[in-house]
């Protein structure tokens, strides 16, 4: 029984320092995150694994959306190709992360293009969207929604609601703004005359369908 016990934890050891060397870090970090996941998984319901599942079979669902999971780090990496001769794409970076007893992360995306007046135009919709959910979308009770903008890129952290313990309605939830967010920025590209007031007509009827909750 002694060997046995000493053979499995010989074994485990093994894993760890792989994983811990595929993922540049040390085995007490990875420890560490395991550890916590399971507090957190036994206090909440949520699993991360599932979440992360949930977003890539959903974004999957989207003929234009190529996608690729990285679960050790809990993130989801989208492709969104726009038609344009200089073959601009959208590339959004999802990571979910725990923030106190509730479930968040954040969305990055980043434009790819050479073309000035795409990201001139990129520029523009940001600017628009974050106006759009400073007047229609609140994260929490006196919170303020954290963005990140620089040219060419936009960040923002998720918020998800403390009372949602289903990880595949987590993942619906992201799967969802992200789906919006890039077929807003397509619309605004595609009919750059239809301006403010239809893109803001699209985006409220979205809120009013529950399409928006993080």
């Known amino acids: 029984m002694e060997d046995n016990r000493i053979r499995i934890i010989e074994e485990m050891m093994c894993k760890l320092c ?12 990875i420890v560490h995150e395991a550890l916590t996941n399971s507090i ?21 669902e989207t003929e234009y959306f190529i996608t690729n999971v990285d679960l050790y780090n809990y993130a989801v990496f989208v492709k969104s190709p726009l038609r ?9 970076e999802i990571k979910i992360t ?13 434009l790819r293009s050479q073309d000035l007046n795409t990201a001139k135009c990129f ?16 994260a929490r009770p006196g919170e303020r929604i954290e963005y990140i903008t620089d040219i060419g890129y936009f960040s923002r952290k998720m918020y ?3 009372d949602h313990k289903d990880s595949r309605v987590i993942g619906a939830a992201i799967s969802d703004y992200v789906r919006v967010y890039d077929e807003l920025f397509k619309y605004y590209y595609y009919h750059p005359n239809d301006g403010r007031r239809e893109i803001e007509k699209i985006y409220r009827s979205y809120v009013q369908n529950g399409k928006l909750k993080i």
């Open 98 to 110: 725990q923030n106190d007893h509730a479930v968040g992360g954040r969305m990055s995306v980043s």
């Open 84 to 92: 344009y001769v200089h073959r601009p794409e959208l590339k959004y």
């Open 160 to 162: 998800m609601p403390a």
């Open 123 to 138: 520029s523009a919709f940001l600017s628009l969207w974050i106006d759009l959910e400073t007047t229609y979308f609140s």
């Open 18 to 29: 792989r994983a811990a060397l595929e993922r540049e870090t040390s085995v007490s970090d």
């Open 40 to 60: 957190f998984f036994q206090e909440t319901g949520v699993n991360f694994f599932d979440v992360i599942n949930s977003i890539e079979k959903n974004l999957n």
